[in-house]
């Protein structure tokens, strides 16, 4: 289940993202910049899990020993 959870916790941000890329590009892309590389921008910053921020969360609210926190160091080692 890590896996999948992963997977689509990268997959569906970077969609978004480059969903969301389509209707910024004509107005904040620099001049001469193509759309592949304003798209793949916006879907990679959208996907990148922020490890120690989240495990830092993790430790702080006791979620260490629970399930639900191992599923999520273990999907954000995975990412």
């Not at 997977?7 to 969903?19: D, E, K, N, Q, R």
């Not at 193509?34 to 922020?50: D, E, K, Q, R």
């Amino acid at each position: 289940s890590a896996v999948f959870i992963s997977h689509t916790s990268i997959l569906v941000p970077y969609a978004l993202g480059v969903l969301l890329a389509l209707y910024l590009f004509d107005e904040y892309s620099p001049e001469g910049i193509s759309f592949l590389s304003f798209g793949l921008f916006m879907g990679i910053a959208m996907s990148i899990t922020a490890f120690p921020v989240l495990a830092r969360i993790i430790q702080e609210k006791g979620l260490t020993k629970s399930s639900l926190g191992i599923i999520a160091i273990t999907c954000a080692a995975v990412d």
